[in-house]
């Protein structure tokens, strides 16, 4: 599985915002009652603008998890780790804090 797959889960579809060992983190992927309102959720232009404001990338020895706060790449924060599995989370962390503050999806904790 790959970042941003869509899969079937508890009745509906989720979108994988992290992966890990080739398989969706649950808690970072959200929720819809149906495959098209999922695959909507992935074109839309509010999901696009913040998701693009997120990159992960191997500099030297260390993973980078960037974030550009503005969106036009004059304030871009970044923080180092030392796999990709804990720079693709903290990224993927970091998105999905953003996207609940936006009121664009709900998680499953979210929702009960």
């Known amino acids: 599985m790959n970042q941003y797959d869509i899969f079937k889960s508890e009745g509906g579809y989720r979108v994988a915002l992290n992966v890990h060992n080739d398989s969706p983190v649950i808690d970072q992927s959200p929720w819809f009652e149906t495959l098209v309102a999922a ?12 998701k693009n404001k997120y990159e992960v ?5 260390s993973w980078c998890s960037s974030y550009d706060s503005n969106g036009c790449g004059i304030d871009v924060d970044y923080v ?18 953003e996207l609940l503050e936006a009121d664009i999806i709900k998680f499953a904790d979210e929702c009960n």
């Open 39 to 50: 695959e909507n959720f992935l074109l839309s232009k509010k999901f696009l603008r913040i």
């Open 57 to 61: 990338f191997l500099q030297g020895d």
């Open 80 to 97: 180092w780790f030392g796999t990709e599995w804990e720079a693709r989370h903290h990224s993927s962390d970091k998105m999905r804090q």
